[in-house]
């Protein structure tokens, strides 16, 4: 593994608690195989036996499910760090699919490797368990979102998780992040139409909440804005676990 | 073909300067219903009077329909 992959993943796990230099020497001998794909680039479809576990390394992904009738719900945003496809190590068979919204980068882990790392270094296989715990977390707090929030807070909801995130990642500049998710894409993943997406993001940048031009998000005002979202980061699990 | 929808709550309009593309005025038409369908559901719960979406290409107006709670 290059020295980019795993800082990423090592910073990723490192949620849960820090790697040991033995851990981290694991990880590095994962064998991975790096690509760099293009914008909807269908890394898994639902329905498909995944033999890896994919890792964004850059860019931006999402986990989706499209319905009989074509209609597509985004069920996550996946930043560089996460390995959204993990569950697909246990469970055999995706129940949705892992979409790239941009170019992107991503190291694909192969399962049988991974067993191998996990039976050698236990705490490893912990860590993972701790990020799909996490990923599921983030679910939950969508599932509350969508069904509950009304637009406004629902979009400031998703905006803050990003930003929060990409801190976390240690890919923000202060309230400044790259965020190259359209209209679309928001629209489809909060449950609202693209038109009244529309209304909902000028509403937000025309009362100084955010602006958001070239692909960059800014949040011009955070208290202002979390509390539009009765956004609570506790569902993100940023914070080490403890025993 | 580039489509924009304006909306109006209440007399309170937000030009659509980002605009979506689409194949025809048909699929134009069915954008302003679901964003009609959509933002009314909240509106109304709110108090609002009148929902309109208000479809231009560039700045001709193509379609237009409103919502209005009497």
Partial sequence: ?????????????????????????????????VSEVPAGYHVARQGDRPKHACLVVEGFAAMQKITADGRRQILSFCIPGDVPDLQSFHLGVMDCGLATLTR??????????LRE???QFPGLGEML??????DASIYREWIANIGQREA??????????????MQAAGLADGHRCYFPITQVELADATGISVVHMNRTMQFLRQAGYVSLAD?????LDWPRLSALATFDPTYLHLEPAGD | ????????????????????????????????TEGMASMAKEAIVQG???????????????ARTELRIS
């Fill in chain 1, 1 to 33: 593994m290059a020295d980019t992959e795993v800082v990423r993943l090592a910073r990723r796990l490192a949620r849960l608690r820090a790697p040991s230099t033995a851990e981290r020497e694991g990880l590095a001998r994962l064998p991975l195989s």
């Fill in chain 2, 1 to 32: 073909m580039r489509f924009f929808f304006d909306t109006v709550v209440d007399g309170e309009l937000v030009k659509d300067n980002v605009g979506t593309v689409l194949p025809d005025l048909a699929a134009a038409r069915r954008k302003a």
């Fill in chain 1, 104 to 113: 992107a980068v991503l190291a694909f882990i192969p399962h049988a490797a």
């Fill in chain 1, 215 to 219: 692909d960059v998000l800014t949040v």
């Fill in chain 1, 129 to 134: 368990w701790h990020l799909t715990l996490v």
């Fill in chain 2, 48 to 62: 609002a009077r009148t929902v309109q979406v208000i479809v231009r290409t560039d700045d001709d107006v193509v």
């Fill in chain 1, 152 to 165: 406004r807070a629902r979009v400031a909801c998703i905006l803050c998780e990003i930003m929060v995130r």
């Fill in chain 1, 117 to 119: 790392t996990i039976h």
